[in-house]
T-cell receptor
Framework: EAQVTQNPRYLITVTGKKLTVTCSQN?????MSWYRQDPGLGLRQIYY???????DKGDVPEGYKVSRKEKRNFPLILESPSPNQTSLYFC???????????????FGPGTRLTVL | EDQVTQSPEALRLQEGESSSLNCSYT??????LFWYRQDPGKGPEFLFT???AGEEKEKERLKATLTKKESFLHITAPKPEDSATYLC??????????FGTGTRLLVSP
C-alpha cells in the first residue's frame, strides 16, 4: 500500500530534550515536506526537500532541522524543543512537477507533540 | 503576500441539503489550487487539483470550480460521511504550498 508513515504518533517531552520524528514514504517520491498545524493558523511549511541531500527552509524553520540521506526518509529534528513547538506535525511527499503542473502531496497520519 | 482565505469557518447541513464552500486566494502566480479533506486525527487526503480559471472537477457528491480569484467546493446532497474539514491550498511558487485554515463541515442525518 502506498503510504507515508510517521513515528511516533504521539510524544510528550520536556523543554530542551532533543527529539527526532521520523518520516518514510514508499512511493519513490523525490519531494518531501514537513508541516505543522495549529488552530487558527492552518498548515505551515517547516522544511522541504527536492531530493537526497537537497533541503531548504519553508515558512517556519526556526528551531527545526532536517536531513535527507535516503530518498524514502526525511526526519525532523528538534534539538532543543520549547513549549511553542507544541503542535500537530505532518510529513508529506509528492512527485516533482511535470510540464509546469504541480502534483498533489500525500500526507502522513501526523505526530502530536507536546513540549512541557 | 500569498494568502488563502476559506469561508465559512464552520458549516452545519442537514443530510441532502446542498451548499458550497469558498476559497479566496491572492498569489503572484498560481501553479495549482488543491482541495483536501481532513478527518479528525488524520492527515489531509487529496481531492482535486485545478490549474486554470474555468476548470471544473467532480468526484461523487463533490464538484470543485476555479475562477481567477476564488474556488468553490460544491457539495450536492451531502451525507453524514461527508463530515470533515475541507482544506484549500495554492501552489504559490516552487515547493511553496499555502493553506487556508479550512471549513469544518458537519452533516446531520
Amino acid at each position: 500500500e502506498a503510504q507515508v508513515t510517521q513515528n511516533p504518533r504521539y510524544l510528550i517531552t520536556v523543554t530542551g530534550k532533543k527529539l527526532t520524528v521520523t518520516c518514510s514514504q514508499n512511493m519513490n517520491h523525490e519531494y518531501m515536506s514537513w508541516y505543522r498545524q495549529d488552530p487558527g493558523l492552518g498548515l505551515r511549511q517547516i522544511y522541504y526537500s527536492m531530493n537526497v541531500e537537497v533541503t531548504d527552509k519553508g515558512d517556519v524553520p526556526e528551531g527545526y532541522k532536517v536531513s535527507r540521506k535516503e530518498k524514502r526518509n526525511f526526519p525532523l529534528i528538534l534539538e532543543s524543543p520549547s513549549p511553542n513547538q507544541t503542535s500537530l506535525y505532518f510529513c508529506a511527499s509528492s512527485l516533482p512537477p511535470s510540464g509546469g503542473s504541480y502534483n498533489e502531496q500525500f500526507f502522513g497520519p501526523g505526530t502530536r507533540l507536546t513540549v512541557l | 503576500e500569498d494568502q488563502v482565505t476559506q469561508s465559512p469557518e464552520a458549516l452545519r447541513l442537514q443530510e441532502g441539503e446542498s451548499s458550497s464552500l469558498n476559497c479566496s486566494y491572492t498569489v503572484s502566480g498560481l501553479r495549482g489550487l488543491f482541495w483536501y479533506r481532513q478527518d479528525p486525527g488524520k492527515g489531509p487526503e487529496f481531492l482535486f487539483t485545478l490549474y486554470s480559471a474555468g476548470e471544473e472537477k467532480e468526484k461523487e457528491r463533490l464538484k470543485a470550480t476555479l475562477t481567477k480569484k476564488e474556488s468553490f467546493l460544491h457539495i450536492t446532497a451531502p451525507k453524514p460521511e461527508d463530515s470533515a474539514t475541507y482544506l484549500c491550498a495554492v501552489q504559490a511558487s516552487f515547493q511553496k504550498l499555502v493553506f487556508g485554515t479550512g471549513t469544518r463541515l458537519l452533516v446531520s442525518p
